[in-house]
């Protein structure tokens, strides 16, 4: 699916790398193929057509956080956002590394602020990568010893325990919502999709899981220690 596009941009779409994009890219003859965010492994011998390698951008700093969901790492406590371009190896996320960046969390503790982050840490490594690419600079390999798997999320993850700290829920939510809404709260028995949270300034005796304040758009509630804003999704 492509939602939008540069004027004068030509993409091509398809399930199909060695029967449909490999003669495509053949044809093309690049220079160099840059991958993102991209769940299939490509074929040694798509590899092998561009003039000076491939390379990939992933979002966490690797070895650590391999795989589709790089942002699990700061669900699970990681107090930065990462970046790293690689070379393209056999396996995802596996080869010499080219660029990296780490970056604390952002202050708008979200997750549109964590995306914000990714792109800016990931334009620099692009521009760090691409001349040691084309100036046949190996890299620097992975540590195998060093290196974290990021599955998917489970259906359980989504759901948010208010009991725990303010700061743990923020953290979760916001990882959770990088690449779309998908931090969940239930209230009420009732489960609603939260799009962000933010941190109320103030103290209450209320017991961690109530609901303080409901607002339009979402409600004030009561965490294992500070209260906050949550703001309903609205598709």
């Known amino acids: 699916m492509v939602l939008d596009l540069p004027e004068r941009t030509t993409a091509l779409i398809t399930s199909k790398l060695r029967t449909v994009a ?4 053949e044809t093309l ?3 160099v193929i840059i991958s993102a965010a ?5 074929p040694a011998e798509i590899l092998e057509m561009p003039k000076y390698g491939a390379i990939n951008c992933h979002p966490s700093p690797l070895p650590a956080g391999r795989g589709p969901t790089p942002q699990r790492l700061i669900y699970e406590g990681d107090e930065r956002v990462g970046a790293s371009v690689h070379r393209t190896a056999a396996e995802f996320d596996t080869g010499a590394l080219l660029a990296q960046r780490i970056a604390p969390l952002p202050d708008d503790l979200n997750g549109t602020g964590i995306m914000h982050t990714w792109r800016a840490l990931l334009t620099e490594c692009l ?5 040691r690419l084309l100036a046949g600079d190996p890299g620097e390999a992975q540590d195998p010893a060093e290196a974290t798997e990021a599955p998917f999320f489970t259906e359980a993850e989504y759901v948010l325990d208010l009991t725990e700290p303010s700061s743990v ?3 979760k939510a916001a990882a959770l919502n990088v690449t779309s809404p998908g931090a969940r709260v239930q209230l009420g028995g009732t ?16 017991a ?6 409901e607002h339009e758009d979402g409600w004030t509630v009561q965490t294992g220690d500070l209260p906050l804003r949550l703001t309903r999704h609205s598709p």
């Open 29 to 31: 003859r690049p220079d």
């Open 191 to 206: 489960t609603y999709v939260i799009s962000r949270t933010d941190v109320v300034p103030t103290e209450t005796t209320a």
């Open 169 to 171: 829920v923020r953290r």
């Open 208 to 213: 961690p899981g109530s609901v303080l304040e």
């Open 38 to 42: 991209f769940p299939r492994l490509i």
């Open 22 to 25: 490999a003669p495509v890219i």
């Open 127 to 131: 521009d760090e990568a691409v001349p």
